[in-house]
């Protein structure tokens, strides 16, 4: 029998739950302290491209890497991206390090482009929320379905936190359902699989590996902050009786976050997962595991989010049926971690302003309703290739979805987004509530209620 990542886990001296370290309470309200270059009021964001999935390799058996960080110039023009980022007036940039070429294997690492990166963004005091794995991880490390990626991954995020201790904010693993799906299940990125089976395995690996991503860091940096980015989604069946397999559907988007955040699932989503490969020791692994710091549920939403299943079986996109306001809502009333709109955007230069103002009002409209919002991302400062294909073909197609284009030139949306940022400069994460805002305390223990 194939080792699964708790055997791995054992081997290495990890035997049983992870601590429950602390995450927030009383001792962390206190009012920032004066001078504090490095904090936040609330996080106006904005997020630099950095998907690194393989792909198939359209001219052999093989595998090509897609690197967005390549393909949209950052590596080329990253000192004028964040003096962009700068002039733009986002306190805070969603970065993605690239893991690929900086974790060569274990305990070997790369730090040249990221040294670089990272001394122009201190020196600059623009806050990164480091993004740790968006969709890709090392040729090395093979993928999504090896079990022991989690503790190599964790490695790599300890290594991270101690070369950059001054950096607070993580989002260790992106959008860990879209990640799971797309190479498990959909056949698109890495193992490219086309099963129930993988899709699972994928998913209950990637949540292992960033529950001990947060451990590693929060051990450097106990006061860390986590985003946890994720897809917030919801398909529409429009018939009369609604199939089980979209009720599924709407359930599994769940599942990352559950296990995440030691929520059980739904009787048949479980079930589903059990069928596939989580056994019973993993999933109790993961309902006695808690993640470290303070959690953030990061909820991204784009038109395509929304899905009309039709009667003929087609698929269209919703969007706005119900807005980032009412899914994350769902999200919220299901976990009750304070909230981040995470990503937006549309591939339409010219609809992109009215799209802005329009999730703006849904953040705002969150806030009235006394739930704490930590900040707003548009996603992302520059136009992105090939995303119409889920980057699965490489034709370099632009999606012209950015605050600026590839030439860095702004798109009128970069207009409203400044305008949009000095109107609310002064806003915290509660309304009407100053006192809470992001401080430099370590995080201290809460209780569940």
């Known amino acids: 029998m194939p080792d699964t990542f708790l055997d791995v886990l054992k081997r290495r001296g990890i035997d049983g739950p992870l601590p429950r370290f602390d995450c927030g309470g009383p001792a962390a309200q206190d009012v920032r302290p004066a001078g504090d270059s490095g904090a936040w009021d609330f996080a106006f964001a ?30 080329r023009y990253f000192r004028e991206d964040f003096a962009l980022v700068k002039e733009l007036g986002t306190p ?17 690492y790369d730090w040249t482009f990221a040294d670089e990166a990272m001394a122009e963004l201190k020196r600059l005091g623009i806050v990164p929320i480091l993004d740790l794995m968006h969709f890709g991880i090392p040729d090395w490390l093979g993928d999504f379905q090896n079990p022991e990626m989690p503790v190599h991954f964790a490695a790599y995020a300890g290594a991270v936190a101690e070369r950059y201790p001054w950096v607070r904010a993580y989002t260790p693993v992106n959008e860990i359902y879209v990640s799971a799906r797309n190479s498990g299940w959909d056949g698109l990125w890495n193992e490219r699989l086309r099963s129930e089976r993988g899709f699972i395995t994928a998913l209950k ?3 292992a590996a960033n529950l001990l991503a947060d451990a590693a860091i929060a051990r450097r940096r106990p006061d860390a902050i986590f985003v946890q980015s994720e897809s917030a989604e919801y398909t529409h069946h429009m018939v009369a009786a609604p199939s089980h397999d979209v009720k599924l559907r709407n359930k599994l988007i769940f599942l990352s976050l559950d296990l995440l955040y030691s929520k ?3 009787a048949d989503v479980l079930m589903f997962a059990q069928d596939n490969g989580l056994t019973r020791d993993e999933f109790m692994w993961f309902m006695k595991s808690a993640p470290a710091g303070f959690q953030v549920m990061g909820n991204d939403y784009y038109g395509h989010n929304e899905k009309l299943l039709l009667p003929d079986g087609s698929m269209i996109y919703g969007e706005d049926v119900l807005g ?22 549309t591939p339409f230069p010219d609809v992109n302003p009215l799209w802005l103002w329009k999730q703006w009002a849904n953040v705002l409209r969150m806030r009235r309703d006394g739930i704490p919002v930590l900040g707003f991302t548009w996603y992302s400062l520059t136009d992105h290739v090939d995303w119409d294909t889920q980057l699965a073909e490489k034709r370099g197609r632009v999606i012209a979805c950015g605050l600026y284009d590839l030439e860095r030139r702004p798109r009128p949306v970069a207009v409203e987004y400044k305008k949009l940022i000095r109107e609310f400069a002064g806003i915290t994460v509660l309304a009407h509530g100053e006192l809470f805002e992001v401080t430099d305390r370590a995080a201290s223990a809460v209780s569940d209620v």
């Open 264 to 266: 059980s699932p739904d």
């Open 46 to 75: 904005t997020g630099i491209e950095c998907s690194n999935p393989s792909v198939a390799d359209p001219n052999g058996g093989g595998r090509l890497r897609r690197d967005l960080l390549e393909e949209c110039g950052h590596y």
């Open 92 to 108: 805070c940039l969603r970065y993605g390090l690239p893991n690929h070429l900086i974790h060569l294997g274990p305990d070997r």
């Open 324 to 345: 980032w306001y009412q899914i994350t809502m769902r999200y919220y009333r299901r976990y009750y971690k304070p909230v981040m709109h995470t990503e937006t955007s």
């Open 205 to 207: 690996h990637l949540v």
